[in-house]
């Protein structure tokens, strides 16, 4: 079975500072998918950044970037030159890769709270 | 514009009623999912369909049933039998390339009266 794991319940960063959100997951699958996404207080959730099991380079959108440590199976997100409007739930994701459903495996969650 | 919608943004059942939360998209997507979201926790998939005229039970489908007739529309049903329905339901599709991204709906929050 998968599982992914979100050690940090609540993170807080000052405006315009880089913050990590940390990611691991445990799969026996040998191809998988790994995603970032965001939950305002509206509820949406909102797709930042994929990254696939074989991808050698670690995943880049704008201010978000995934590093990626297969070997460690970790997944973290890195958004840098934080802003007010990034505070949010962030949750990793995992698709399944060898079942036919390519449905996903949800962490618990991180608040993330930008601070001016 | 593409995207999904979901209706109602807020939906009241009364004990013994069954409630019907609409979900359509126009993102010419074959695969879409219903998940299960309660408060401080991930997401649970509680039924998903591959293509039109066929779904399967997720993980937490006990009290919920589907439907898929049409490719843009997949509607999902809180039964009587559902004992605990009060939570955020999200409705997705995935993307056939892009890593197969699943993109969703603003969601539906079901509250029992």
């Known amino acids: 079975a998968q599982k992914i794991t979100q050690t940090q319940p609540g993170m807080f960063v000052q405006e315009k500072e880089a913050v990590t959100l940390d990611c691991t997951y445990d799969t026996s699958d040998q191809s998988y998918g790994l995603f970032w996404y965001k939950q305002p207080s509206s509820g949406e959730m909102i797709f930042l950044i994929y990254q696939g099991s074989y991808d050698e380079q670690n995943a880049t959108e704008g201010r978000y970037s995934l590093n990626f440590q297969k070997a460690r199976k970790s997944a973290n997100l890195v958004i840098s030159a934080s802003q007010l409007g990034d505070s949010a739930m962030y949750f990793c994701a995992m698709r399944e890769g060898d079942t036919g459903r390519r449905a996903l495996t949800f962490g618990s969650g991180t608040r993330l709270q930008v601070q001016p | 514009d593409g995207g999904i919608t979901q209706s109602p943004k807020y939906l009241f059942r009364k004990e013994g009623q069954n409630v019907t939360l609409s979900c359509e998209q126009n993102l010419n997507h074959d695969a879409m999912y219903w998940y299960r979201q309660d408060p401080g926790q991930g997401l649970r998939l509680i039924y998903y369909?591959?293509?039109?005229?066929?779904?399967q039970k997720g993980d937490i489908a006990e009290g919920y049933s589907v439907s898929r007739e049409k490719k843009e529309s997949f509607p999902l049903t809180v039964t009587s039998a559902q004992k605990n329905p009060t939570a955020f339901y999200l409705c997705?599709?995935?993307?056939?390339?892009?890593?197969?991204?699943?993109?969703f709906g603003p969601g539906t929050r079901l509250l029992v009266l």
């Open positions: 369909s591959q293509i039109v005229n066929d779904f």
């Open positions: 997705a599709s995935r993307d056939r390339v892009n890593g197969e991204t699943q993109y």
